[in-house]
Structures are given as C-alpha cells and as structure tokens.
C-alpha cells in the first residue's frame, strides 16, 4: 500500500548510543519531514527536506542529523543518545510544505533511551 | 507568527452524543485549516480541510467550518461513536510553498458505551 513508512517501531538505546530512524514514502512527495510527540508537548517539528539534497533545521533540531539523497527516503540520526530523547517519533511527507493536499504520517518510532 | 489553539482536554463522552471540540487560530491572510485524527499507536490522519472562508469541510460524520470573523475551525460530530476515540489536532498553514503546517496541542477524546 502507498504510503509512509517506518523502521523500527520500536526501539531501547543505552545513553550515549547512536542509531538511524529510517522513513521511506512512495508517493513521489517533494516534502518530507521528523515529528517529535511528546505528553503534554504535541508535535514538534525536527528537521525537514523540500526535495532531494535539501535539508533544513525546525524547532529541536539538536542532537539530530538528517539527508536527503532520494526523493523517497529520509533517515533520522541520533549521534549521541540521551533520555531526554526518549519520544514518539513521526515521519510526514507531502506534496508541497504548507500541507495543501494533506501531511501523509507513518505509524511512528517509539524510542526509549535507559 | 502563526499559531492554533484547542480547547484542553482529554473530553469523556457517552456513545452517540454531540460532540464540539473548539479550534481557534491567529495568522496573517488566509490560511488553510486542517483536521487530524490520531487514534491510538497511530499516526496522525488528515480528517478534513477548508481552504477559504465560510467553507465546510466534511468527512466520516465530522464537520468544521472555516469563520474568518471569529477566526475558528470548530470540529463538530452529531453523534459520537466509541471508535471515534482518539486525540484531535487542529492545524493551520499559509497558501505559499515556504510555509509549513502549525498543530495545535491536540485533545484526546473517549467515547465510553
């Protein structure tokens, strides 16, 4: 089914271990882009690409790396874990940045750091 | 800059009641307004969207209505349904390609038989 996904769905890290979230969609969308859910805190935005090669910081890009060499996939990196990184994690994709067609999500990453 | 607010939840409500959750937003122009439904372990869906005033978005029983006056987007349902229960975000972004979706905080809902 077309959609977005993600890998793993769930995952423990020990402080100070590093790991990839990957998202991949396959709706030729230009814009993709990582979620952060937390209680109390609702989505925050990470890190996003407009298209292949092209990626930008938004509102808690630290202690996150992201690329873009296809259209299709956009990993996640965490360097250095830390609990204080312990969330749900979305990936999004869509046609354009303002989300005129809708933002399609994946299923989500949720990620313990012990 | 542009931001949305829900009203706080989480709200309990019995099958096949009314139900209102508010929505209300400050942005500059006219922005289109969004719907998203998360129900549990789930990523956020798109439920419905208006792109101008005075438009009515629809789907699976919903309803919001797009009121430049009172600048809100209201989600309404005639009569809940214990599947219905989820968390609801409301969101709002500009008609140009630099701009990007804003989320509200959204509010959880539980429909109990």
């Known amino acids: 089914n077309a959609g977005v996904t993600q890998t793993p769905k769930f995952q423990v890290l020990k402080t100070g271990q590093s790991m990839t979230l990957q998202c991949a969609q396959d709706m030729n969308h230009e814009y993709m882009s990582w979620y952060r859910q937390d209680p109390g805190m609702g989505l925050r935005l990470i890190h996003y690409?407009?298209?292949?090669?092209?990626?930008d910081q938004g509102e808690v890009p630290n202690g996150y790396n992201v690329s873009r060499s296809t259209t299709e996939d956009f990993p996640l990196r965490l360097l250095l874990a830390a609990p204080s990184q312990t969330s749900v994690y979305f990936c999004a994709s869509s046609y354009s940045r303002d989300g005129g067609y809708g933002y399609t999500f994946g299923s989500g990453t949720r990620l313990t750091v012990v | 800059g542009n931001s949305v607010t829900q009203m706080e939840g989480p709200v309990t409500l019995s099958e096949e009641a009314f139900l209102t959750i508010n929505c209300t937003y400050t942005a500059t122009g006219y922005p289109s307004l969004f719907w998203y439904v998360q129900y549990p372990g789930e990523g956020l869906q798109l439920l419905l969207k208006a792109t101008k005033a005075d438009d009515k978005g629809s789907n699976k029983g919903f309803e919001a209505t797009y009121r430049k006056e009172t600048t809100s987007f209201h989600l309404e349902k005639g009569s809940v349904q214990v599947s219905d229960s989820a968390v609801y975000f409301c969101a709002l972004s500009g008609k140009t390609s630099y701009d990007k979706v804003i989320f509200g905080p959204g509010t959880s809902l539980s429909v109990i038989p």
């Open positions: 690409s407009v298209g292949a090669g092209i990626t």
